[in-house]
């Protein structure tokens, strides 16, 4: 919390995380590794013609499966905000056009909504499981991003977090994403002026 949070202040959150790590004592742990997409599932979205459309049934496809590990009994919904959704597949539209593209998935027979007036939940109609494995997942932080590189656009994975980072042009040489490259940056300037302080206490 200091370090992430610099608002931080012990003595107004240690009741509340106290009480946060004591509910959470009544859940076990779940871990998800990665999550497994089979031959049929990747030809379905490839008969999407949009490429923008084929991020947002890809990252669709991947959430409902983790939240299929999760909870087994989820059948394959998808329990996140649109927004959050549209970003983490790297689509960037205006408001009013998310749901009428999440609408033509769903003529298309690849989502469906709940019956419910209020829910906004997504259910991902196309899951198949019985194919052949063709990817695992193990990095739901950029799934648009997954699927462009699966797809034979350029990216590199950085090597400090494994996050992926589009090549922008031949003499791209950079081996880290921005966030990683700034901490670096930070690192090898402390580096530099711990040294020079340490020559100055030398004079």
Known sequence: MIANYKSYNA?????????????????????????????????TIQEIKSKPMQRIAFTLLCLAKFYDSVNEKNNDWVNSKVNDIFNVAHVQISKDKKPLMLND??????????????????N????????????QIY??????????FY????????EDCDKLV????????????????????INIKQKINQRYYQKQKNY
């Open 166 to 185: 589009r090549v922008k042009n031949k003499d791209h040489i950079t081996c880290r994403c921005n966030e990683c490259q700034h901490k670096e940056n």
């Open 11 to 43: 003595v107004k959150w240690d009741l509340v995380l106290e009480k946060i790590s004591n509910q959470a004592s009544k859940y076990p742990l779940v871990q998800v590794n990665f999550v497994c997409i089979t031959k049929h599932e990747l030809e």
């Open 124 to 135: 991902v109609q196309f899951v198949d499981n019985e194919s052949e494995v063709i990817l």
């Open 151 to 158: 797809c034979g656009e350029r990216f590199i994975r950085c």
């Open 139 to 148: 990095d739901f932080r950029d799934l648009g991003y997954e699927y462009a």
């Open 105 to 122: 998935l769903r003529k298309l027979g690849l989502i469906e909504y709940s019956a419910k007036v209020d829910n906004v939940n997504v």
